[in-house]
């Protein structure tokens, strides 16, 4: 899940300024607290439907600022397995998963489960 608001803002230097830059993970302080707000809302709801599904399995919230291939690599240090999603794709040729599962199946420290959905 990814979040950032699209307005800008005029910083102290006069300049203006992305309220974040996703690729460093860095977000101006003034964003922080109504954009983790909003992620972990969004977050929330999204879970709710497989919470209900599925309510013997725990799931721990949590939301974290940067890339996912990272976060989740660094996260593989405390799983016992690691699940991720790859779309189903009908070409013969060409890359079968994405730059987040090509980075946790390289680099994750625990097991990882590759699950495809359309």
């Known amino acids: 899940m990814r979040a950032c608001p699209a307005h800008r803002s005029i910083g102290r230097d006069g300049h203006d300024h992305p309220p974040c ?31 209900t599904k599925f309510p013997g399995v725990e799931v721990h919230e949590q939301t974290v600022i940067g890339g996912a291939g990272s976060n989740l690599v660094d996260a593989s240090r405390d799983a016992a397995l690691v699940v991720v999603g790859r779309r189903t794709r009908h070409a013969q040729f060409g890359t079968h998963i994405g730059p987040v599962t090509h980075a946790v199946l390289h680099h994750a420290t625990a097991p990882v489960a590759v699950v495809p959905h359309d």
């Open 21 to 51: 830059d996703r690729r460093r993970g860095i977000v101006a302080p003034e964003f922080d607290a109504e954009l983790t707000a909003q992620v972990r809302h969004e977050l929330s709801d999204v879970l709710r439907s497989w919470r």
